[in-house]
């Protein structure tokens, strides 16, 4: 049985994750963060894992404390479309909702914190900063979602890889310095997947990332293992 330790009111679970400091749970008061610790638990999935099924139940939500999380939308033959990755700490489920109507698969390893959806709703109610966070990241969503809309349809091949490395560079880990202007990380999609995010052909993929690769923009190692010594080159690439 787990025990009720705190620091400063707040749960040992919660102290150093992301999330209560910049995710959802950033806008409840120590006493809620306790009260939600007691219905929590830490899950561990291994890349491939389903987390949600489209059309099924949804019972619990979480918060993404590490790795990237693959939504996927089935289409009525059976093929899928990836509409969008999670990274840490964003909320994983859709309030209001009693079905999915997205797949989500760990596209890495990730780790969640996971809660009951019944618990996280009665707190909306009773915590409007709870609501207006949530509604805020919906927003802010929203808005990533058009901006990719118009890296979808109005950019180059070219201008898209590099627009979805940078994405991956900047949100893959939450504890790297956001001021930094180098990084490096594993891909988290295959090409096949990221030909189907960008929709573009996987030899396009492999042509541009070996461009940018012979420009000296990354560097790769290990066919997946990312390095981006400038961050703004590759910005410069993207079109931004």
Sequence with gaps: MRKDIHTDGIPVLCVSCEARHRGVCGALEPEQLVSLAKSSHKQQAQSGTELLGDAERIDTYANVLSGVVKLTKTLSDGRQQIVGLQFAPDFLGRPFKTESDLNAEAATDVSLCAFPKAAVERMMQASPELERRLYRQALDELDEARDWMVTLGRKTAAEKIASFLL????????????????????????????????????????RQLTRLRADKVISIENNRHIVVPSLSRLEARAGN
């Design 167 to 206: 994405m991956i560079a900047r949100h893959i880990d939450p504890t790297d310095n956001p001021d930094g202007d180098a990084a490096a990380f594993d891909l988290p999609l295959t090409r096949a997947d990221i030909a189907d995010f960008l929709g573009l052909t996987i030899e396009t993929v492999s």
